[in-house]
């Protein structure tokens, strides 16, 4: 088996996910792949490549390491992310595949596969096998009609392998790096006007996304964390200068005095004034 289907762009612009391009290879050892970083072959630069193991094996690689992936087992790269991936010679896999674009992946998928390959093992593939053959199926048949039952299939293939799968390999935490960096350049430049999308950007991410991972890293919202940067910068310049209020408040991003003083007592407990006599004694 060696199949390539490409599917029609939806009528409906807002699918959660909708297959792209499905196929499928059997009994074809010289089947490799090795794509670089932001490709758009096939338009993987903005499109996810979920792979699922049927039978035979193969392996895929990463910067550091090497897996070997047999039946029930698969993967799914994000968009852009360097694909590196190939059938066993002696016993080549015989696999699965869709390319699927949507609205909000981010969420729906819960960020795998943003920031390395998500490999995972499903505890029982049986439910899974007749959804990608339908997939496969309704490419084949393709009618204006069968985009219904295209996206929903799908949507029902993605949820049931992150309800049923455990994951292979272990996260390197690039999103919390990217997290914190953000955050890093937040809190030195947080006298400046900053939305929660300028921030996510930073990081690479959507608004969506980077606001539950932000509140996963940091216990707190992109919001409390820019008020409290801001609030720890007038302590440092109520404490250290004789700046008057006003000028403290416009130079820590608060637009009015008597907005930075009731976000400066909320916090603190006290207003700056108050703050600033029990420092300067």
């Known amino acids: 088996m060696k199949e390539h289907i490409f599917l029609p762009k939806p009528i409906f612009p807002r699918h959660s996910c909708f297959p792209d391009f499905v196929g499928g ?13 932001a490709t758009k072959e096939n338009n993987l630069d903005r499109y996810y490549n979920l792979h699922i193991v049927l039978g035979g094996k193969g392996y895929l690689h990463t910067d550091s390491m090497s897996y070997e992936l047999t039946r029930g087992q698969g993967f799914l790269y994000g968009p852009g992310l360097r694909q590196s991936y190939h059938s066993d010679a002696a016993t080549p896999w015989d696999i699965r595949w869709v390319h699927f674009f949507g609205i909000r992946l981010e969420e729906l998928l819960d960020g795998k596969g943003l920031d390395e390959p998500w490999l995972f093992d499903l505890s029982d593939p ?46 390197v935490h690039q999103a919390t ?16 006007p900053f939305t929660l999308e300028q921030a996510a950007s930073i990081a690479g991410y959507s608004p969506h996304y980077f606001s539950r991972r932000f509140n996963r890293t940091f216990g707190m919202s992109f919001s409390d964390f820019l008020l409290e940067s801001r609030i720890l910068q007038a302590k440092r310049l109520l404490a250290s200068t004789s700046l008057s209020i006003k000028l403290i408040a416009l130079q820590t991003g608060f637009s009015q005095t008597s907005y930075f003083s009731k976000c400066f007592r909320e916090m603190e407990g006290m207003t700056p004034v108050q703050f600033r006599e029990i420092h300067k004694s």
Not at 25 to 37: G, I, K, L, Q
Not at 132 to 154: F, M, W
Not at 177 to 192: L, T
């Open 126 to 171: 049986a439910p899974i096998e007749p959804l990608i053959e339908k997939l496969l199926e309704l490419g084949r048949t393709y009618e204006v009609d069968d985009e219904y039952a295209a996206a929903g299939t799908l949507y029902e293939l993605l949820t049931r392998i992150q309800t049923t799968a455990s994951q292979l390999n272990v996260s």
């Open 177 to 192: 790096d990217k997290i914190r960096a953000a955050a890093n350049y937040v809190r030195s430049h947080c006298s400046q």
């Open 25 to 37: 290879y059997s009994d074809f050892p010289e089947h490799a792949v090795n794509r670089e970083y």
